[in-house]
């Protein structure tokens, strides 16, 4: 099994930053792709970013193109996602989540076997 961690979240006020860490262990070797996705009251899930392991190929939401990028630590582990210029309607709970393999419906919850319990990101106005 994989277990993953997020970090990093907090409250923070319109235009500052923020970075989500999330941490992989257990079987890491069987995740092909990493994704954030997040929830704010009274929405559904939404995909955020994904990035794929094998050549640190990333995938955004039009939404935060270019605002909060992913990336990847192979030798810890850990995905993070760095969060820019953040905006109130960013605030959300953030999950990290890992799929088996690359599918080109990165962007889907269901494609993820693991998930975080998801760190709370409050931002101001």
């Known amino acids: 099994q994989v277990q993953l961690v997020e970090s990093g979240g907090g409250l923070v006020q319109a235009g500052g930053s923020l970075r989500l860490s999330c941490a992989a262990s257990?079987?890491?070797?069987?995740?092909?792709?990493m994704g954030w996705f997040r929830q704010a009251p009274g929405k559904e899930r939404e995909f955020v970013a994904a990035?794929?392991?094998?050549?640190?190929?990333?995938y955004y939401a039009d939404s935060v193109k270019g605002r909060l990028p992913i990336s990847r630590d192979n030798a810890k582990d850990t995905v993070y996602l760095q969060m820019n210029s953040l905006k109130p309607e960013d605030t959300a709970v953030y999950y990290c989540?890992?799929?088996?393999?690359?599918?080109?419906?990165?962007?889907?919850?269901?494609?993820?076997?693991?998930w975080g319990r998801g760190t709370q990101v409050t931002v101001s106005s």
């Open positions: 989540a890992g799929a088996r393999s690359y599918s080109s419906n990165y962007y889907v919850a269901a494609q993820y076997a693991y």
């Open positions: 257990g079987r890491t070797y069987s995740i092909a792709t």
């Open positions: 990035i794929r392991l094998s050549d640190g190929r990333t």
